[in-house]
């Protein structure tokens, strides 16, 4: 899988960047980070340098004090690195988001492999399976720095706790603001035979190879499900639709949105064909020094490994 | 607020105790050790101490109570019934299986503005919660009642170092030092003591006052907005789990035990007047 880089702003930096908006035009917001910074939040700490609130690398307090924050009448953002805010702060994130349903926002850098330089301990991939365990809180996976921005609309609301994981390597705008819509938490793209439903980096990069599908042959209709729960009577209408389903995700296909996927199918009694394509680790995890490109190669997630499950699919 | 004498304060006590055995003893459930060990504390809390309007329970300016132990919860019940702050709802209908306990997990009810349980957390909600009124120029307070055990959780010292460093002048955590985990005393454990100087060490105020002395509880706790010091506080409360109840005083292993019955409920209740 080629990541292409460019100098348009991140997911997690358009998010910051609209938060500082937010905060410049009078919302009450605070920052608690756990020792954790972005180019985009040092305009934050220079002006509003008394509301970001630095824990210390200690994500279980970063979470329980945004909610402390929150329930003081505070708009809380909590930005740690992923996977920590939802692994070693689990606890916290169950009690406090799921269950009191605290209106706080858990923003976390790394999404999946993108951070796969730095070893097992920093992939957050199996945190998506984890919040899915969860009800009451939106779980998002920007795939373009709009829904970025809906993210930080939503926080200013103050209606629901989120979870937000930002991919590093995504960057720039492709979504119209009025085409996000965070309680369907999912949009299309293309139209096809075949229905891709993926999320943050694999929704990218099926939306980026549309065209080259097409030209080998594969019609396809991108579902990016960047808002978790999926509004449940708009995502069966689209998998009805769909001849075949193939799922993709940058994160461990056990409880992941391909789980998602078959769960609906049999929840509703639809019987389509499906494969999910995502992170097995059937051998262990890996001795080998690899960045996401190899994992992916290694896990079967390159263009002409798609292709022939898509192939499989169809037949 | 109308001040109460110590008898008064030792007699209401005394009343809560009394009616939190004979409703769980009914339910058969509860944690009769724990809330032994914390009444007096409770009772200092919500008769002396916290600032709230029982009629307007979600009154902006009240004071906010952190349960952090959630354990000790079932204590909080009859208090409420006593402030009349159970609406139209009976007790026994609340904490009844299959009552429905939902107005308490609102964030306006003081003592549930967290819905304790798993130990570690509370702390850190109260350190954010002091942090919030901070930055507002807020006058209310925080108080957070901590178990001795708990602070076994990491998390605890990551918001104690949190507290001290931010100078949460206006968050009072009240340690219940039982010296009783579940299964063993705490020294016998991993030691917790120096206790103190943890607390210091983290940039609190440490006092240390005897729990279940309305004469050592009340001063500790009365006056501690009037007194800036730029620190949070620290109470260490000396308590007895099972305080009052021979059978169960002291005692490893009681930690989840609940007498079931009237039977069982008349025993406790001759070992605590006797």
Known sequence: MQLQENNATTVRDAFFNAIYRYTFEGADICITSADLGAPSLDKFRRDFGNRFINVGIAEQNLVAVAAGLAMGGKTAVAYGLNPFPVTRAFDQVRNLMANLKVPMTLAALNAGTCSAESGYTHMPVENMSIMRTLRNIKTVNPSDVTISEKVAELTVKRECPVYVQFDKYIRGRVYEPETIDLEKGFITTGDGPITVVAYGICAKWIRDNLAVFREQGYDLKLIDGFCLPLDKSSFVEELQQAEAIVSMEDGVVYGGIGSLVMEILSDYDMQKKVKRIGLRFDEGYSSIYRNREMIFDDEGMTLASVMRKMEVCLA | ?274
Not at chain 2, 37 to 54: D, R, V
Not at chain 2, 95 to 110: A, E, S, T
Request: hydrophobic residues 40%; contains cysteine; negative net charge.
């Open chain 2, 1 to 274: 607020m109308n001040h109460r004498s110590y008898e008064e304060l030792y007699a209401k006590s005394f009343r809560l105790k009394e009616r939190f055995i004979e409703v769980f003893a009914n339910l058969g459930f509860g944690h009769l050790t724990t809330a032994l060990s914390e009444t007096e504390i409770l009772t200092a809390l919500y008769y002396e101490i916290l600032s709230y309007k029982a009629e307007d329970p979600d009154w902006a300016e009240r004071d906010r109570f952190v349960l952090s132990k959630g354990h000790g919860a079932g204590m909080l019940f009859p208090i409420y019934e006593d402030l009349g702050m159970l609406r139209n709802e009976k007790l026994e209908d609340i904490v009844k299986l299959g009552g429905n306990n939902d107005i308490f997990r609102k964030f306006f009810y003081p003592g549930f503005e967290f819905y304790g349980g798993s130990l570690g957390i509370g702390l850190g909600v109260a350190a954010g919660l002091a942090k919030a009124a901070m930055l507002s120029r807020e006058s209310w307070f925080t108080y957070c009642l901590v178990g001795d055990a708990e602070t076994y959780e990491g998390s605890c010292w990551e918001a104690a170092m949190f507290a001290g460093a931010n100078h949460l002048n206006n968050l009072v955590v009240i340690v219940d030092r039982n010296g009783l985990g579940c299964s063993d005393f705490t020294e016998n454990m991993l030691p917790l003591e120096p206790y103190a100087q943890k607390w210091e060490s983290c940039g609190f105020c440490v006092r240390e006052v005897n729990g279940h002395s309305f004469e050592e509880l009340i001063p500790a706790l009365d006056g501690l907005k009037a007194r800036p010091t730029g620190m949070p506080t620290c109470i260490i409360a000396h308590t007895v789990k099972g305080n009052g109840v021979k059978s169960t005083e002291n005692r490893p292993l009681m930690h989840g035990y609940m007498p079931k019955g009237e039977k069982d409920a008349k025993k406790i209740m001759e070992e605590l007047t006797g």
